[in-house]
């Protein structure tokens, strides 16, 4: 606790267990550089790499990227994360992404190219079974990638009415309700074929969503409506400058400012954050810096900063953010092996 029994802020980071991470990792967060210091961690779920924080920021959900699949809960009021039962197998492959929605955990499960719903209980804690799960349908035109369906992410909409889920494998973004707890598709839209969706953010107003394209490195803009659940893809835009210099250019995460002005992505192989801006219905590329790291497979803005969890060097870079340019600026770093996320309370 701070001084007068406000809770300082707190940062979660997820990590690859299998390739040495710690786990789940608690950190305090300085109001003013954005800088973090790691309290403890908890080992007890496989590969947590996508993690989601409830509204009151008691509780804490993961992902357990597996073959298998599974989501946990942990409680996190101390400096260490405390497990919360046992993990919930979904019946889904590989979860990359989760987020809560209408009472209930949903996980984007790429292996398995599924959505599944596991209810979460007024206490917190999960059920024992998932209550439902919609099984994506499609492939793409990338050999290697796109021979099925893969949901790399599963979101609300800013209105809370609906669940927006990105397929890499299927080049498309599904809309979803739930009924009595099961998954449902609402509409489909489609992308650019060989596109590879992976992570979409919405604009701050609700109007305009931000698709970052992983096979292609680009975003792509399309116009939100809420009132009936659609998407209309408008403009494409390149995250770098030219070609890829090097190794193959993979976007990973993105993310938009607070007030709307800039949109963010990371992307693999060049190692680069990108500054895009907000014109109207289309992007702007303003430039790229380095990301701090290598391999960023993960960015979250927090109090006008920007974290990223770089995986292969196995740090959480943070920057401050210029609010007149969007350009970031390197603040500092904490190592933490094959680190995948970042999320904040």
């Known amino acids: 606790m701070t001084d007068g029994g406000r809770r300082e802020r707190r940062a979660f980071i997820g990590s690859f267990t299998a390739a040495g991470g710690p786990g789940v990792v608690a950190a305090t967060v300085d109001a003013d550089s954005g800088a973090l210091t790691v309290l403890g961690s908890a080992d007890g779920v496989p590969d947590p790499s996508y993690l989601a924080l409830d509204s009151d920021g008691e509780t804490l959900y993961s992902v ?62 999960l059920s024992d079974r998932p209550s439902g799960q919609v099984r994506h349908v499609g492939s793409g035109p990338h050999q290697q990638r796109q021979q099925g369906p893969h949901a790399h992410q599963v979101q609300p909409d800013p209105s809370g009415r609906w669940a927006v889920s990105v397929d890499l494998g299927t080049d498309s973004v599904r809309v979803c309700t739930l009924d009595a707890g099961r998954p449902v598709l609402h509409r489909e839209t489609a992308l650019r074929p060989g596109s590879g969706p992976r992570h979409l953010a919405f604009h701050p107003d609700g109007s305009h ?33 030219g070609a890829p210099a090097g190794e193959a250019a993979y976007p990973s995460g993105i993310v938009t400012s607070p007030d709307g002005r800039f949109v963010w992505t990371a992307t693999r192989g060049e190692d680069v954050l990108s500054v895009l801006a907000v014109e109207g219905e289309g992007l702007r590329l303003v430039g790229t810096v380095p990301c701090g790291g290598h391999w960023p497979r993960a960015i979250t803005e927090a109090g006008g900063h920007l974290y990223v969890a770089n995986e292969r060097s196995g740090d959480v870079t943070w920057f401050a953010v210029d609010p007149t340019t969007g350009v970031p600026r390197r603040g500092g770093s904490i190592q933490v092996t094959a680190a995948s996320c970042v999320v904040f309370g």
């Not at 942990?74 to 992404?97: C, M, Q, S, W």
């Not at 969503?209 to 659609?230: F, H, K, M, Q």
């Not at 209309?232 to 400058?241: A, F, G, I, M, W």
């Open 209 to 241: 969503a931000y698709i970052a394209n992983e096979l292609t490195p680009t975003v792509t803009v399309c116009r939100w409506d809420a009132e009936d659940g659609s998407l209309k893809p408008l403009t494409e835009t390149s995250v770098l400058p």
């Open 64 to 125: 357990s990227e597996t073959a298998e699949g599974a989501v946990a809960a942990f409680r996190v009021n101390g400096d260490k994360p405390e497990l919360l039962g046992a993990p919930v197998h979904i019946g889904g492959a590989g979860p990359t992404y989760l987020s809560l929605f209408a009472g209930h955990v949903l996980t984007a499960d790429y292996g398995s190219g599924t959505v599944t719903a596991v209810p979460v209980r007024p206490d917190g804690t």
